[in-house]
């Protein structure tokens, strides 16, 4: 089964253009930083010896200052313009991604980005503390320098960081967008308020050549019975497997009666009822436990819809990078030993 559904969503074209500028952008504030710290390195090895007459490349600083100056200058006026070009194509990404039932919020953070600010705020701390240094002695040349050095080092990390942390934003948009579910995919019958009316609606096809039915017990009352009790506090996810790589999710709706959604499943099918209750969470640092493969369910944020992916160890960053931008989620081991399954008659 496919990861990327038929007619797979991509960004614009303008927005992948803004994209590659932004990052160039970065990277040539990147080699303004470099070049600043190679001088500086010069010079404090230069200041530190007992040479008298500098190296070739002290003697240009020194005789080409207002060079140097200006190279100083464009380095400033950079990095301004990748700041307010990160802004900007961060607020033209969260428009991008809201029109799809997408948390534009989540989306856009990354551990990058809040590296890169806090990188940024130490280094403007330590630019402050050496503009008033002495500069009177040879020593207080030399700590100035050093300050210097110091918060361009941070500046480089802040730059590196921010540059991955647009990479993974970028990833984390064509992976939502690629496995994106329209926003007006109707709730199901058992999400409505118990004392509504649900409109008829014909009867789900009964299911054909499931695999692995066989020798699976039929979905009883005292099934439906242990379904409730699970249930109690929380929605659980049950899958319908109606045929072959032919999944879906329905949520079994906290202490309640689950016979809408019994009347909601393709006869004949075979459904899995996982204890384990989806949840909105970080998926920073998550490690499922071992398995060759799993059940993933995915929620949008905004419409509640359900989404199936088979996901396999290799497959489990691209799993998380989406989950972080929607709903609730769930990732379950295919032979999941805690969970409830039977056959429907």
Known sequence: MSDSPPGSISPSRAWELGTGALLL???GAGGFVITSLVLAAVLI?????????PPPLANWIIEEADTVVGIEVLGFVLTIVYIIGFFVWRSRTRALVRGF??????????????????????????????????TQSLDGVTGLLHLATFAGVLRLVGLASLAVGIVGIRRR?????????????????YAMAPAAQ????????????????DG??????????????????????????SGPNTHRWVLVPADQDPAAVR???????????????????????????????????????????????????????????????GGRWALYPVDDPNSLTARLP
């Not at 899995?272 to 499922?288: I, L, Q, S, W």
Request: one cysteine or more; charged letters at 20%; glycine letters at 6%.
């Open 173 to 189: 948009v064509h992976m939502s967008l690629a496995y994106h579910l329209p926003v007006f995919t109707p709730p199901p019958a």
């Open 101 to 134: 039932g997408i948390d534009p919020k989540s989306l856009t953070k990354h551990p990058g980005v809040t590296t890169w600010a806090v990188a940024s705020i130490m280094s403007y701390c330590l630019g402050r503390a050496a503009n008033v240094n002495d």
């Open 25 to 27: 952008a970065i990277a």
């Open 216 to 241: 699976l017990p039929y979905a009883d009352e005292d099934f439906w019975h242990r379904v409730r009790q699970a249930a109690t506090g929380a929605d659980l996810a049950l899958l319908e497997t």
């Open 263 to 325: 009347d909601s499943l393709a006869p004949g099918s075979a459904i899995t009822v996982f204890t384990e209750p989806p949840a909105r969470r970080p998926t920073t640092g998550y490690r499922p436990a071992a398995a060759a493969e799993y059940h993933g369910l995915l929620e949008s944020a905004v419409t509640g819809a359900l989404w199936y992916q088979s996901v396999t160890p290799r497959r489990l960053t691209g799993f998380l990078d989406r989950a972080e931008t």
């Open 198 to 213: 649900p409109d008829p609606v014909s009867p789900p096809a009964p299911a054909r050549d499931v695999p692995g039915i």
């Open 45 to 53: 090895s230069f200041l530190r010896s007992d040479d008298v007459d």
